[in-house]
């Protein structure tokens, strides 16, 4: 059964930190594309950063780069997402994703098969 489980989110102030984990079981993180997409109230799901399968390219949305990163702990079957310099405009729920198709990083849509249950992001003072 593949499960993906978030943890690490939270109530963070302006120009904080956090670090958000993805707990990945039932499948081997090696051969899937994974990313981190977030929704906000009211709007669409966005992605924000993801990893290609094959070729292991790597996308930033504009809005996040330079201040999001994403790593991949093989071992622990787990992915992370590094958020610095927060804002309130990043408050949002937050949800990793995998899928098995040949994605490029770039192919960093919502159209992913398996969904983590999403975990809450609140960016204020």
């Known amino acids: 059964q593949v499960q993906l489980v978030e943890s690490g989110g939270g109530l963070v102030q302006p120009g904080g930190s956090l670090r958000l984990s993805c707990a990945a079981s039932?499948?081997?993180?090696?051969?899937?594309?994974i990313g981190w997409f977030r929704q906000a109230p009211g709007k669409e799901r966005e992605g924000l950063v993801c990893?290609?399968?094959?070729?292991?390219?790597?996308y930033y949305a504009d809005s996040v780069k330079g201040r999001f990163t994403i790593s991949v702990d093989n071992a622990k079957n787990t992915v992370y997402l590094q958020m610095n310099s927060l804002k309130p405009e990043d408050t949002a729920v937050y949800y990793c994703?995998?899928?098995?198709?040949?994605?490029?990083?770039?192919?960093?849509?919502?159209?992913?098969?398996?969904w983590g249950q999403g975990i809450q992001v609140t960016v204020s003072s």
């Open positions: 994703a995998a899928d098995n198709t040949d994605y490029s990083g770039y192919d960093c849509l919502p159209e992913y098969d398996y």
């Open positions: 990893i290609g399968l094959s070729d292991g390219s790597e």
């Open positions: 039932g499948f081997s993180l090696d051969y899937y594309a």
